[in-house]
């Protein structure tokens, strides 16, 4: 049954009321009323009905964009509604419950056996009653599925499914850097960017796409799985030339800090094979830019070492396989939240869901 005009049109204020203080911190009544367009009574009875069911509360301080007299501030109550994120990993699982307003309220990490379920590691850490649980892994997802993982060996395994049996509860399951490129928009410094593009180095490596701070269904792009080499070396998901195998990849998760500073210091070999490696990176990024056309890219997990001394050939590689005009807006940099992005962008994908249920 649909509900009265009046009241959906309360309902829907109530989430975007909460969605702004979530978002943007603590703000004054008149600050809300002219972010989100409602007059200055629509917002005081908004206000004082949250704060009644908990969500809200008054608070004195400065809010962020002013200065000037402390002022009564209204703010988010971070209990009132958590979101459980989970990074899983191939070695480690990582937790934390954030509250409305972005506050981490607890956090936890384990390390994970070789061959130890991660379904039953995440049981283990997760408990409680969150209005949400996000899960993120690299891979190829889509739907509650991991189509392919080189880093957790998975192949179309329904990680949602496996996460509820575990868990009794429902999951959302999305890409690291998908996770991580929500995660610097929404509480990093590139909420600027309309098409953010983050890049994750790990065991393989994998790109996400965000489109306004919204994580796109098949926004999961297997980077390393491009071939930047056509015949060339095998792959272990078999194809011939793929970024990762003529990267060797793997070699480069455990020793990119080794191997930069082995080139730092002037060895050749080093410096010969970071510079081929930013030359294959920029060539398959041609690509992914070609068709997805970002206005930022970011590099993260260990890619961001390698960009950091390689950023020369980068640039060049991916300015002989990219269009002028989708070049010209285009700026790289690196991620300001560094290892954290994945989880935090887990927990704001969790937050949109919960905003989206409550309109
Ligand atoms: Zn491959």
Not at 106 to 115: D, K, M, N, Q, W
Not at 197 to 213: D, N, Q, S
Not at 221 to 239: D, K, M, S, T, Y
Not at 316 to 326: F, V
């Amino acid at each position: 049954m649909a509900l009265p005009p009046a009241v959906e049109l309360r309902r829907r204020n109530r989430a975007a009321l909460l969605e702004q203080l979530h978002r943007h911190g603590p703000q004054t009544r008149a600050e809300l009323t002219e972010a989100l367009g409602l007059n200055r009574s629509t917002i005081g009875a908004l206000a004082t009905d949250l704060a009644d069911s908990g969500h809200l509360q008054e608070t004195t301080g400065q809010s962020t964009g002013s200065a000037g007299r402390p002022s009564t501030l209204v703010a988010c109550v971070p209990q009132s509604i958590t979101v459980s994120a989970v990074e899983i990993r191939a070695d480690r699982l990582r937790f934390a419950l954030v509250g409305l307003g972005g506050e981490v309220l607890e956090r936890s990490e384990t390390a994970l056996e070789e061959g130890a379920d991660a379904m039953t590691a995440v049981a283990g850490l997760t408990r409680g009653t969150a209005a949400a649980a996000v899960a993120a892994m690299p891979g190829l997802v889509d739907e509650g599925t991991v189509a392919h993982s080189t880093e957790l060996g998975w192949v179309d395994r329904r990680v949602a499914a496996d996460l509820e049996a575990a868990t009794g509860r429902e999951w959302k399951v999305v890409d690291t850097a998908t996770a991580a490129a929500v995660g610097e928009w929404a509480r990093g410094d590139a909420r600027e960017a309309r098409k953010l593009l983050y890049l994750h180095g790990g065991r393989g490596l994998t790109a996400g796409l965000v489109i306004e701070g919204r994580a796109q269904r098949g926004g999961s792009i297997q980077l390393g799985h491009i071939v930047v080499e056509p015949g060339g070396r095998e792959c272990e998901c078999g194809l011939r030339g793929c970024l990762e195998a003529e990267m060797e990849v793997r070699a480069y998760a455990e020793d990119i800090e080794r191997t930069t500073l082995a080139a730092g210091m002037g060895d050749g070999a080093a410096r010969d094979w970071l510079r081929r490696s930013g030359e294959d990176l920029g060539r398959a990024l041609g690509a992914v830019v070609t068709a997805t056309g970002p206005d930022e890219i970011l590099f993260g997990g260990w890619l961001r070492e390698l960009y950091l001394s390689t950023a020369a050939p980068v640039r060049s590689a991916l300015a002989e396989t990219t269009l002028p005009h989708l070049r010209s807006k285009l700026r790289l940099r690196t991620p300001v939240l560094g290892d954290e992005g994945a989880l935090i962008g887990a927990a704001e994908t969790g937050f949109e869901a919960v905003f989206d249920r409550m309109r």
